[in-house]
């Protein structure tokens, strides 16, 4: 019996990196407070303003402890990026709550400030499970550039032939954000597959709340415009 797998024989795609930049993420949370601070009142979290401040505060200490590359696996940059997505989700599923509410029983009258506001809510919705994708993925950024963990969470196509990959190849963000933008719109996973129960799980979740946002945003829509 072996005792450790042989490097040779761990697949091609399990190897340390040099890391990500931190700026997207930056960038895509910076945008995600943005949208939130422009909904409209009735559809926004109690005392928004406030909540955007913790967001942009825990960003800001995100990259005050790391802020060029997530090279390695850091413990109190992941904690605070993590309390941060706890927050965006709790805002967002309110939001998402209060729009399916005026949907079904306040009677919104203006379908341009129906769609720009269910848009903005279902594009936060993209952002934020691109980011849980990102950040559990075999044990966060950082546990990705170490190689820490060679069971993956998701199946990309780079992983599971290596003539589709270039040199090195390792997932980074943008791959998670796309996942999540066409798990979102298609409902079901396209080209990445998750393995893992909790993977699986995300999508479902993810999948529904963008069914029931877009499926409503569109057919109170129509009816206005009838």
Known sequence: MSELQPERERPFWHHTHRGEPRWPISLVVLTVIVLQLTLPENLNVSNSKLVCAVEGLLLIAVNVLNPARIS??????????????????????????????????????????????????????????????????????????EAKYHVPDFMFPQMSDPDLAEPHWAASFFDYLYMSFTNSSAFSPTDVLPLTRWAKALMLAQSLTSLVVVALVIARAVNILH
């Open 72 to 145: 390695s696996h850091e413990i109190w940059p992941r904690r605070l990026n993590l309390v941060l997505l706890v927050v965006m989700s709790g805002a967002n599923l309110v939001s998402i709550a209060n729009l399916i509410n005026q949907l079904l029983h306040a009677g919104v009258k203006n379908p341009n400030e129906l769609l720009l506001s269910g848009g903005s809510i279902w594009l936060t919705n993209v952002v934020v499970f691109g980011l849980w994708y990102w950040e559990f993925d075999r044990g966060g950024p950082g546990a990705r550039a």
